[in-house]
T-cell receptor, first 113, second 110 residues
Framework: EAGVAQSPRYKIIEKRQSVAFWCNPI?????LYWYQQILGQGPKLLIQ????????DSQLPKDRFSAERLKGVDSTLKIQPAKLEDSAVYLC???????????FGDGTRLSIL | QKEVEQNSGPLSVPEGAIASLNCTYS??????FFWYRQYSGKSPELIMS????GDKEDGRFTAQLNKASQYVSLLIRDSQPSDSATYLC??????????FGQGTTLQVKP
């Protein structure tokens, strides 16, 4: 079974620029999550999708972050404009449903200069 | 009070010993509990899930849950240097959101 695919693996941009991350979940997984993990901390949920609908985006900084999952499969997370504090690893995870074990992709390490 | 609390460590144990990792949580309505292992520079990997009070064993790993005390733990028997990693406790909130602790760093010394 193929795992969660994410790209790119690394990204370096300057503050105020924009960046986008892509995620393809495990086949058949209806629930998709985006997390932000800052060094030394546990992952923090940014947004949770159930199929193509948003379940929870309470911790997504909506003035600069946006995410979509138009066809209920792959998803894109965008940051525009980026701030220095956005430097982190962005993790995508998927599961068969809410409350089920989540499986993570390799993540995208974002550095803001 | 943090929603999920773990001692950041590092916890250092000799090879072959039992490593005991602990986690407390604040939401009494939580129903699902997970332990993830994260190697440096890698993504979290699920190693155990537990849903009811008591112990659950899988190989060298045992998860223990006590909902009355709002406490979940992970025991690693016969610890190996390859077990050296950060262990993340994760708890599902009453809204279904997964909340992670900050993780405990385990060092197993040969």
């Amino acid at each position: 079974e193929a795992g969660v695919a994410q790209s790119p693996r690394y990204k370096i941009i300057e503050k105020r620029q924009s960046v986008a991350f892509w995620c393809n979940p495990i086949s058949g997984h209806a629930t998709l999550y985006w997390y932000q993990q800052i060094l030394g901390q546990g992952p923090k949920l940014l947004i949770q999708f159930q199929n193509n609908g948003v379940v929870d985006d309470s911790q997504l900084p909506k003035d600069r972050f946006s995410a979509e999952r138009l066809k209920g499969v792959d998803s894109t997370l965008k940051i525009q404009p980026a701030k220095l504090e956005d430097s982190a690893v962005y993790l995508c995870a998927s599961s068969t449903g809410a409350d089920q074990p989540q499986h993570f992709g390799d993540g995208t390490r974002l550095s803001i200069l | 009070q943090k929603e999920v609390e773990q001692n950041s460590g590092p916890l250092s144990v000799p090879e072959g010993a039992i490593a005991s990792l602990n986690c407390t949580y604040s939401d009494r309505g939580s129903q699902s509990f997970f332990w993830y292992r994260q190697y440096s520079g890698k993504s979290p990997e699920l190693i155990m899930s537990i849903y009811s009070n008591g112990d659950k064993e899988d190989g060298r790993f045992t998860a223990q849950l006590n909902k009355a005390s709002q406490y979940v733990s992970l025991l690693i028997r016969d610890s190996q240097p390859s077990d050296s990693a950060t262990y993340l406790c994760a708890v599902t909130s009453n809204t279904g959101k997964l909340i992670f602790g900050q993780g405990t760093t385990l060092q197993v010394k040969p």
